[in-house]
């Protein structure tokens, strides 16, 4: 078959009684998990496992999960928790809780490490699992929480030792600057270690008990980081002794809060990787160092930064595909290092890239034996059909191969004593490869399951559309919802090239920003997360504009309850039939509404053809019109005081002034001064045009004082300025400052004299009202003077 595919790298573990298929189950985090069983990460459900940090997974030969734990609590492969398995004396809050090691020569036996947290009493211990138990689910046996060492740092790893049978677990002693290496035979776990005290001392601050430990692949190295000093320091090992030898020191300069974290070494052990966590700026960075340099000096100086984010990278762990995964606090994704065997940037650090199906990956990730990823063994082209070819690369000679590919169907071709074969599928599948191989003389036997794929669909797309206002696109949207399950891995890319080489994936595809109003992008669809059996299809971006529209100001005279003005969409580029109207406060769908009050109205304007299952909104515009109302002006009261008039207007409106003449001179000041006295009419004009009132006004004099001392002078108050019919139809009142009315007589009379009742009345400021025949009532005071 025809095509240009990413070749995935598998790597596979080479022992004499195991292979690296026990690696195959991971379980971590938030009952998160992952299964390498066909290659690539896919994710694995039902998992029980709740932890920050500390947790470990064993699985069988056949990469079956068997076991796993958070140092606390095991569980069985049924996800139930095991017979006595509670009560175990890790800590899920320490770095490495625990690591489960199979006995050597044993099908059923299997011995749970544990760590406490920040060099708690319980220390190091381990507790034994009998697996031919409680039906083949297996039990903790008695021998359980088995005290090692006391007081122990949060660090533990295993590999093998040199007899390619037995196994070291190694760990380091608190307040102390030694380490412990504890051997695992077919003897069980002798209890009496071999201690080398070299490196540093560690102890002070309990946050430096946080930091991984790691054996190298070739069990040639150990590499051992310390948190909250930040450093990391990797040591030779030897795998006959159990000795650490050789340390080169290795110092972050630049944080210890709490610095470095995770480390692990490539799959080739030429490279170590340490992870870097700085809670003050939020970042975290991933360090490569060049461990094939011939001087600590040398080593220290080929720090390259290869990975970068903000928030936290935690653990780095090796897989059977020979890549390096890497946690990422608090996401539902995880990182992976694509090509751990090359030097610097080129190792390709992809941040969010391995999906965890909505589960959540906290700082750990499970330790395993570091040499069942001793040799890799790459194989591509996995589609149905293809021609499929194995590659072996081995650290050391092999004298003799056997194949045997699982595909009796295929018939002579199911074997192969070639180093690199190939082999053509008889059909899509699972298929069981067993490899054997004599190398040094003995006879071993790794184990591999591959799955042959038949190729994705190419999927025929609809469009997405995005409103130019925002441009950005859930490019899942655009994918039939069959294919979003953990059978399928989607990615996304902007060049064709790129899907092809499956590099520089669109990391934001739940809220993309397109590069152009209309850009075609790539999708490759895959049987799994790093599966070369892909297909690349295409997807349209169409960015739709929004209409144009323009506030407006409206004003609307309201002069009664039903007075109305009638607001709109005002203009639009297409026929009202292209677009939907929403008022928002009435909820009407026309283009137009009568509007009977001032206030502000919203509509809505959704252009029709953008209305799609991925744009479900449309793409719309809001239009402000702002209704300003006014009224014609109503009278409340005129004042008059000799030669002046007051107007008291009320309503909606801003009103202007005139006497006399309807068409003015029009003033602002509801005031006239200076007016002569006599019959007057008073305009009051709306300045939005909204009407005009009017009121005739007499304007009545009156002293401000008078005397009613018989001298003939002042000796009786009247008003002034009315028209003789007037005198007659309008009444005058005098009132006390009380209220009290004294006296009331027509404009025609003589007027007040000053008494109430024959008795004068004393000095005083008193109060009269004038009530016109036309109802208009004047008030003021005057003074009454003795």
């Known amino acids: 078959m025809n095509k240009q595919i990413l070749y995935t790298t598998v790597m596979l573990c080479i022992t004499i009684c195991f292979s690296q298929n026990e690696t195959a189950n991971w379980t971590f985090g938030e009952n998160a998990g992952l299964n390498f069983n066909s290659g690539y990460p896919l994710p694995l459900g039902a998992s029980q496992l709740n932890t920050t940090e500390g947790c470990a997974s064993m699985s069988d030969t056949s990469g079956n999960l068997i076991i796993y734990s958070d140092g606390s609590t095991v569980w069985n492969k049924n996800h139930d928790i095991m017979t006595n398995g509670l009560d175990l004396l890790g800590n899920d809050s320490s770095t490495q809780s625990a690591i489960i090691i199979p006995k050597p020569n044993s099908d059923t036996i299997y011995y749970i490490f544990t760590v406490d947290d920040r060099a708690g009493s319980n220390g190091l211990r381990f507790s034994e699992v009998d697996l031919s138990l409680s039906g083949g689910l297996g039990a903790v046996t008695a021998n359980k929480n088995i005290l090692l060492e006391s007081p122990i740092t949060e660090k533990l790893t295993a590999v093998e030792a040199s007899n390619g049978e037995d196994i070291w677990v190694i760990s380091h002693r608190w307040e102390s600057n030694e380490f412990v290496s504890y051997l695992v035979s077919d003897l069980g776990v002798s209890t009496t270690p071999v201690v080398s005290g070299i490196g540093t001392y560690y102890g002070g601050d309990i946050n430096q008990t946080i930091g991984y430990l790691k054996a190298s692949p070739n069990r040639e190295k150990v590499a051992s980081v310390v948190s909250y000093v930040s450093q990391v320091e990797v040591f030779d090992f030897n795998a006959l002794t159990g000795q650490l030898t050789n340390p080169v020191y290795i110092p972050n300069l630049s944080t210890n809060n709490p610095g470095f974290y995770g480390c692990e070494f490539s799959p080739d052990s030429q490279l170590l990787y340490v992870s870097e966590l700085n809670y003050d700026t939020n970042l975290s960075f991933i360090h490569q160092y060049n461990l094939g340099l011939n001087s600590a000096s040398s080593i220290i100086a080929s720090d390259v930064i290869v990975g970068q984010r903000t928030g936290s990278f935690g653990a780095l762990q090796q897989a059977l595909d020979g890549k390096i995964y890497v946690a990422e606090f608090d996401r539902t994704s995880m990182a992976v290092i694509t090509d751990p065997n090359t030097i610097g940037v080129d190792c390709n650090v992809l941040s969010g890239f391995v999906n965890l199906n909505d589960k959540i990956c906290q700082l750990g990730l499970p330790p395993f034996i570091q040499s069942y990823f001793y040799a890799t063994n790459i194989f591509n082209n996995t589609c149905f059909g293809d021609v499929t070819e194995f590659y072996t690369e081995f650290s050391t000679s092999i004298d003799a191969i056997q ?30 490869v067993t490899i054997n191989f004599v190398v040094d003389g003995q ?23 995005s409103c ?6 859930n490019l899942q949207n655009a994918i039939p919802s069959s294919y979003l399950s953990p059978d399928y891995n989607i990615a996304y890319f902007e060049t064709l090239e790129d899907a092809q080489q499956k590099e520089n994936n669109i990391l934001n595809f739940s809220n993309y920003d397109a590069t152009s109003t209309n850009q075609t992008i790539y999708i490759t669809l895959s049987n799994g997360t790093f599966s070369d059996c892909f297909s690349i299809s295409t997807l349209d971006l169409v960015t739709v504009s929004a209409p144009i529209v323009a506030d407006e100001d409206v004003f609307l005279c309201k002069n009664s309850v039903s007075d109305f003005v009638t607001i709109d969409v005002g203009y639009l580029d297409l026929p009202h039939n292209q677009y939907s109207f929403l008022w928002l406060s009435s909820l009407e769908t026309t283009p137009q509404i009568d509007a009977f009050q001032p206030g502000e109205y919203i509509v809505r304007i959704t252009l029709l053809s953008s209305i799609t299952t991925t744009n479900p909104e449309g793409c719309y515009a809001d239009r402000l019109v702002t209704v300003t109302a006014s009224s014609i002006p109503y009278i409340e009261e005129i004042i008059t005081n000799n030669t002046t008039i007051t107007v008291m207007v009320s309503g909606l409106g801003d009103y202007e002034y005139a006497l006399d003449n309807i068409n003015g001179p029009y003033q602002n000041g509801n005031i006239f001064e200076n007016t002569t006295a006599g019959n007057h009419i008073v305009y009051i004009r709306d300045k939005n045009h909204c009407g005009v009132a009017e009121a005739p006004i007499w304007l009545i004099k009156f002293p401000d004082y008078f005397t009613p001392n018989n001298d003939g002078k002042n000796d009786y108050w009247q008003v002034e300025g009315l028209s003789d019919n007037s005198k007659k139809n309008a009444l005058v009142q005098i009132f006390d400052r009380y209220g009290k009315l004294l006296k009331q007589f027509k404009p ?22 004038v009530t016109l025949s036309n109802g208009l009532i004047y008030k003021n005071h005057f003074t009454l003077k003795r």
Request: charged content about 10%.
């Open 443 to 465: 006879n071993q036997t790794l184990y591999r399951s591959l799955t042959i794929t038949d190729k994705p669909p190419v999927l025929t797309l609809d469009p997405l559309y």
């Open 748 to 769: 025609s009379s003589i007027g007040w004299d000053g008494s109430f009742n024959g008795y004068p009345m004393p000095t005083n400021d008193y109060w009269f009202v």
């Open 468 to 473: 130019e206002t925002d441009n950005l696109f």
């Open 403 to 432: 194949w045997d590919f699982g595909d009796p169907a295929s018939g002579i071709n199911n074997t192969s004593t070639l180093l690199n074969p190939t082999h053509v599928f008889s059909s899509y599948g699972t298929f069981n």
